[in-house]
């Protein structure tokens, strides 16, 4: 079965510190695989797209990690702002345009 | 560009009333992605169109449902007749392509039915 899961559900962390979502998948065939921040009463917005071949992508203080052969993803955020308080979600497609998506991560950065 | 441009923000009616939601994509967007968002399941993707043209509904929870694109720069989704348990945000995204370019959501539309 072609599932998404994110962990952890939910996150606090105080400002300046870094964190690491994650993302595990049984999607296959695999296409590529998003991650997108929501702030709280506004459409997500895309962070990074990868694809199979691709290890890490990066987007400011947001680092994507892929390994294609575990199924694992990992969203890494450096120097937290309260600004990142919000929902991560982590969308996988397959082959055929066949959209997955994981329930998010909920990350509250705290002064 | 003032991005996906959603109407209406907010929509209350009541159950059994027809409820109409509109998008207005990102000029030159091939593509247009309506999805649904609930505490309960997430975001779900409902359907999509490729030049106006929906190719995937298989998202489209019953009958009630139905979404149109009658050109580039306008698309609907209607429910009719709506129930309690369409409440829910609904946001159309639009993307130039399918497979590796990024999708620019809309702001949503907040839909309540009583």
């Known amino acids: 079965k072609n599932q998404v899961e994110q962990s952890p559900q939910s996150l606090i962390i105080l400002e300046g510190k870094n964190c690491t979502l994650q993302?595990?998948?049984?999607?296959?065939?695999?296409?590529?695989l998003r991650w997108y921040k929501q702030d709280t009463g506004r459409g997500p917005v895309s962070l990074t797209i990868m694809t199979f071949s691709e290890n890490t992508k990066s987007n400011g203080r947001y680092t994507a990690t892929l390994d294609a052969d575990t199924k694992q993803s990992s969203l890494h955020i450096t120097a937290s702002q309260l600004s990142d308080s919000a929902s991560y979600i982590c969308v996988v497609t397959r082959t055929g345009n066949q959209f997955y998506f994981g329930t998010g991560t909920s990350l509250t950065v705290i002064p | 560009d003032a991005g996906v441009i959603q109407s209406p923000r907010h929509e209350v009616t009541e159950m059994g009333q027809e409820v109409t939601l509109r998008c207005k994509p990102i000029s030159g967007h091939d593509y247009l992605f309506w999805y649904r968002q609930t505490m309960m399941r997430g975001l779900e993707l409902l359907i999509y169109?490729?030049?106006?043209?929906?190719?995937?509904d298989s998202g489209m929870p019953e009958d009630r449902f139905s979404a149109k694109m009658p050109n580039a720069s306008f698309s609907t989704l209607k429910i009719q007749p709506s129930e309690p348990r369409d409440s829910a945000v609904y946001f159309c995204?639009?993307?130039?392509?399918?497979?590796?370019?990024?999708?620019?959501f809309g702001p949503g539309t907040r839909l309540t039915v009583t």
């Open positions: 993302c595990n998948y049984t999607v296959s065939p695999f296409s590529n």
């Open positions: 995204a639009s993307s130039f392509s399918l497979a590796y370019y990024e999708q620019y």
């Open positions: 169109f490729n030049n106006n043209v929906p190719i995937d």
